[in-house]
Structures are given as structure tokens and as C-alpha cells.
């Protein structure tokens, strides 16, 4: 597989420096090149390609099993071990996760409302139980702020809302999208942490309007909200690392693209037996 490495950048890379840096010689490597291709050869190459193919498209986040999986799903019948190897030997690797820090800030306000949750992340029927968050994303004509809900149900992502300013307008605007798609009954549970914009009067009374019961975590603990930070750890690891946003305009249409495109409809995932958040709901009926 080196000299399929060799082959696969010839228009990137010098010919002789990759042969010098994978140790092999020139010349084998151009008598390899003009040997007929055997049968488990071109099968290699052609699912190789499949293999970057979903690799791109997921956004470089998917390792071997998730790849795998997809590749049968899409029809491409192959093993897991194959897929394994072939990835390997061709250096494709997932995007290495980042810690995710979260920030913590202290204000006086309301008192906090009672952790609902308890870090039961497993809900049996939709919009039972949502958790918000909110990040921050830099670009070059400076920060921009996103807040997000999330049901636990389908790990969808319901309600979301991007502002240059981390004001109530934020969240609000993201509450009032779950909201108007979602319509749910009275009782949901909507899990925060103990942040002073979650815990302002104007979004208290929207809840309260809507019979949604508000939730939030122990002061500091990100545990109590991982759904929700775990959505931030991806979207950083698999978009935000990896970008340099000339403006705020810039970042909008990539995170809209990620989420409504990507996350909630092709990304696949583990605690829902590796489907996307839209088909998860659709094989249980949800509209």
C-alpha cells in the first residue's frame, strides 16, 4: 500500500521525495505501477475511495465502525476488519478530540431550579426532556454566540439562535424556534446550567407560559449537562478547530450547515444504534 500511497499523490508531492520518505525504491515503484492490477487489488482501490469518500463527508469525525456502517447502509457490502486496514494503511484517521473547557460565569440572580435531570440521558418518547447550552465561535470581525436546544429523545437539535451579543435575545430567539417545530406539551422539561441569562425573568416567564419545568445543573458541573456540552465538543472538533471565519456572516452559514445539514441529518451516532438524529425519529413515527 505504499506504492498505492505513492500513486494517489503524485499531482501533490515529488515522486522521489515520498519513495525516500516510505523507503522504497523509485524503480519499484514505477515497476509496480506497470504490473497488471489483480482483482483483491482493484477491490481495495475502489472501496478505498468509498472510504474517503465518507471520510469527507463526515467531516473526518467517523473512525473505522461508524465508517464501516455507513458503507453497508449506502449498499457497499464489506467487512469492518477491511475497512479497518485499509484506513490504516492509507493514514486516514478521525479528528483527534479537544478538550472541552467550560466557562463559568458568576452572577447574582434568581435561585437556581431544581436538577430535574439527574443525568438521566436516555428518554423513552420526544420533547420530554430538553437541554440548552450556549458557545462562543471567533472569527475575524470577532465573536460569535451560539445557543442550542437539544432533545434527548432523538439528540436533535430543536431550537437554535446565533448573535454577535450572549444576551437574552440569544436564548430566546433559539427557546422560540424549539417551540414554534416542536409545539410540546405542557410538562417538558427544559435542563440548563445555572447561567444568569437561563434564569432571567423575561425567559422564566416564557417557560412558564409554555408549561415548560425548568431544570438546571449543580453550580460548575458540566456532567450534569453533557448531551449538550458533548454537542459543543463536536461541533468544535469537527468544524470550529478547523476553520478561520473571515467574518461573523462566514461562521453562521458553516454552523447552519452543520447543524441542519449535517448533525441532525446524516451525522450518525452511537447511543441511537448509529443513525442520525432525523432518522432516529423517523423510525419511531416521529413526525
Given amino acids: 500500500m505504499k506504492y498505492g500511497f505513492i500513486q494517489r499523490h503524485e499531482d501533490e508531492f515529488n515522486i522521489t521525495r515520498m519513495c525516500k520518505v516510505m523507503r522504497v525504491s523509485r524503480s519499484g515503484y ?14 481495495d482501490r475502489e472501496l478505498l475511495l468509498q472510504i474517503e469518500r465518507i471520510h469527507a463527508a463526515s467531516r473526518q469525525a467517523y473512525g473505522a465502525k461508524k465508517t464501516w456502517l455507513e458503507l453497508n447502509e449506502q449498499g457497499i457490502p464489506c467487512g469492518k476488519h477491511r475497512v479497518a486496514r485499509l484506513r490504516k494503511q492509507a493514514g486516514i484517521e478521525a479528528r483527534r478530540k479537544r478538550r472541552f473547557r467550560l466557562t463559568v460565569e458568576n452572577h ?3 435561585p437556581a431550579a431544581p ?3 439527574q443525568r438521566q440521558f436516555q ?5 420530554r426532556i430538553w437541554v440548552g447550552d450556549m458557545t462562543f465561535i471567533r472569527t475575524r470581525q470577532g465573536w460569535l454566540h451560539l445557543a442550542i436546544l437539544l432533545d434527548l429523545f432523538s439528540r436533535r437539535v430543536v431550537g437554535w439562535s446565533m448573535s454577535e451579543r450572549p444576551d437574552l435575545g440569544l436564548v430566546l430567539n433559539a427557546l422560540n424556534m424549539a417551540l414554534e417545530q416542536r409545539q410540546p406539551q405542557r410538562g417538558l422539561i427544559h435542563h440548563t446550567d445555572q447561567g444568569a441569562i437561563y434564569a432571567a425573568r423575561a425567559y422564566r416567564e416564557r417557560m412558564q407560559e409554555q ?15 453533557a448531551v449538550a456540552e458533548s454537542f459543543f465538543g463536536n461541533l468544535k472538533n469537527e468544524l470550529i478547530h478547523h476553520s478561520d ?7 453562521r452559514a458553516a454552523i447552519f450547515d452543520y447543524i441542519e445539514l449535517f448533525y441532525n441529518r446524516s451525522r450518525i451516532h452511537q447511543s441511537l444504534g448509529y443513525v442520525s438524529p432525523v432518522r432516529f425519529e423517523q423510525m419511531r413515527g416521529v413526525a
Wanted: hydrophobic share 35%; aromatic share 8%; glycine share 6%.
Fill in 115 to 117: 436538577n430535574l435531570v
Fill in 123 to 127: 428518554v423513552d418518547a420526544p420533547d
Fill in 108 to 110: 447574582a440572580t434568581a
Fill in 30 to 43: 514505477y515497476a509496480w505501477r506497470e504490473r497488471p492490477e489483480g482483482d483483491r487489488a482493484r477491490r
Fill in 211 to 225: 408549561g415548560l419545568m425548568p431544570s438546571m445543573s449543580a453550580k460548575g458541573n458540566a456532567y450534569d449537562n
Fill in 245 to 251: 471565519f473571515e467574518n461573523r456572516d462566514a461562521a
